[in-house]
């Protein structure tokens, strides 16, 4: 059973940075691709970024690239998602996904962490 827990959601004012956690338990996650999500009010859930656990490729919503930093700490099953230059439009329930390699989705959620950026 695949587990996933976020954290590091909170508020913080333009400009400023987060760093979001998502810890990991069950199988061995080598074959899984990790990502971050995030749905603002009223809006559709879009992607943020996303890592392959064995292979470390990054992947991400291109108009965060360069903002926004995925990575992962395979000895401490936890994936990070390191936010900067923060700005109001940001302010969504980020939400920590892992999909098995090849199958085109994400099976597994975490519970989500709120991030609000005052202007």
């Known amino acids: 059973q695949v587990q996933l827990v976020e954290s590091g959601g909170g508020l913080v004012q333009a400009g400023g940075s987060l760093r979001l956690s998502c810890a990991a338990s069950g199988p061995t996650f080598s074959g899984y691709n990790m990502a971050w999500f995030r749905q603002a009010p009223g809006k559709e859930r879009e992607f943020v970024a996303a890592?392959?656990?064995?292979?470390?490729?990054?992947y991400y919503e291109k108009s965060l690239e360069g903002r926004f930093s995925i990575s992962a700490d395979n000895a401490k099953n936890t994936v990070y998602l390191q936010m900067n230059s923060l700005e109001s439009e940001d302010t969504a329930v980020y939400y920590c996904?892992?999909?098995?390699?090849?199958?085109?989705?994400?099976?597994?959620w975490g519970q989500g962490t709120q991030v609000t950026v005052s202007s």
């Open positions: 996904a892992a999909g098995i390699i090849g199958a085109g989705k994400y099976d597994y």
């Open positions: 890592i392959s656990w064995s292979r470390g490729s990054t």
